[in-house]
């Protein structure tokens, strides 16, 4: 996968259109997390340092459903970007329409336009091409570093791409860079670690990564659906019994390729589903019948560390156990820590691990931190994103 990137534009004196993913947490009309915003500006940076360059931005914020909504407006976004930025971010009027284009026409070099909201029209989610047009009209130059955004083909992300001549931002490249090869060519041992509560959202990854994983690590709440087919007793843990079949093949694959699967053998339990609830260490793989798994326990962990131990390549998607609970989390935080301490080239993804790894502030020592969920999943799950087709070579 070879993508067209900002290094090879000729952006001198050009107006550059962008799509970047302020989609942050607000309270307060304050940003809370601005880790989003932050991640856009090597790209902008660069294009603003470029001669006779000006910036029009456009993202998507919320869920407004198509409709103007004050509670989703990008000007508190906009006061965070600019002072992030350090300089002048005007918030325009609207999306599309004659005033826009007044505000954008009437940009000079060095200045930034972020446009409103573009989910406040439901021609972004459906990819309309006059809408895309419109905004394609904006710029001489389209620059996509929204990689949250990249598996929706949207007018933003994939339709503007028809229109002007398109290229990948930093972030997005470094995306790329990283999760490609996991599923091109990885140096190998390569480990996967896949975790989360449900079989059904995880089931598409894990039969992407047996193509090219030595190991395979399942925890979380779906490895209770796992050891049910295998026979074992689960309590009253989660289990999925119409993904029994599916994970049942998905066994007998692992196995036709000699892909070394670990599933928890033992567990940190407890008798109901809540924060407070007093942790049971269950020495075996079998749960009694009136606990729940919630974590997986030290044994668990140890063939963990130890498969990491030689590792070249490592994914982590999705927790160990229900992290968000502190009697709940040190399997998770095992991992997390096992993973950063490894020499391999590690690539955690996923909304859940990407928490999990910064509440134990280790994400500086992480190879590759994806920042998007949804968008990462899918890249891991071999399907083609739309919004990084547009940008290919």
Not at 83 to 100: F, N, Q, Y
Request: with cysteine; hydrophobic share 45%.
């Amino acid at each position: 996968m070879v993508l067209n990137t900002i290094r090879e534009a000729d952006l001198k004196n050009k107006r550059v259109l962008i799509r970047v993913d302020f989609n942050v947490p607000l309270k307060d009309g304050k940003v809370t997390d601005a880790t989003r915003i932050v991640a856009a500006l090597p790209t902008i940076k660069y294009i603003l340092d470029q001669p006779g360059t000006s910036l029009v931005v456009m993202s998507h914020f919320g869920r407004p459903k198509g409709k103007k909504n004050p509670d989703f407006s990008m000007i508190p976004v906009g006061k965070k970007f600019e002072e992030l930025l350090g300089r002048k971010v005007k918030v325009a009027s609207d999306v599309i329409g004659p005033e826009v284009k007044k505000e954008v026409e009437a940009l000079k070099p060095g200045e930034v336009l972020l446009l409103e909201n573009c989910r406040f029209y439901p021609d972004e989610e459906e990819n309309n091409p006059s809408f895309a047009k419109e905004l394609a009209s904006f710029g001489d130059i389209y620059v996509n570093d929204a990689f949250g955004t990249a598996h929706r083909a949207h007018a933003s992300t994939e339709g503007v791409a028809h229109y002007l001549p398109a290229y990948a931002g930093f972030l997005i490249e470094k995306e790329v860079k990283f999760m490609a090869p996991l599923l091109e060519n990885p140096e190998k041992p390569f480990v996967a670690i896949i975790g989360g509560s449900k079989v059904s959202s995880k089931i598409s990854v894990l039969e992407s990564l047996v193509k090219t994983c030595n190991t395979i690590v399942i925890g979380g709440g779906m490895a209770y659906t796992f050891l049910k087919v295998q026979g074992h007793s689960i309590g009253k843990s989660l289990v999925e019994d119409d993904f029994l079949d599916t994970a049942k093949n998905f066994l007998a694959a692992a196995k036709a390729k000699k892909v070394n699967v670990i599933l928890p053998v033992d567990h940190i339990c407890a008798e109901a589903f809540a924060e407070d609830a007093k942790p049971v260490a269950v020495d075996s793989v079998d749960i009694p019948e009136n606990l729940m798994g919630m974590d997986i326990g030290p044994k668990t962990t140890k063939l963990i560390v130890d498969a990491l131990s030689d590792a070249k390549s490592v994914v982590w998607n999705g927790p160990m156990g229900v992290f968000e609970f502190a009697s709940f989390a040190k399997g998770t935080e095992a991992v997390a820590k096992a993973l950063a301490a490894s020499k391999a080239i590690t690539v955690v993804g996923g909304g859940d691990s990407v928490a999990a790894i910064n509440k134990f502030g280790l994400a500086d020592k992480i190879s590759h931190v994806s920042t998007g969920g949804g968008a990462s999943l899918e890249f891991l799950e071999g399907k083609t994103l739309p919004g990084i087709k547009a940008l290919e070579k």
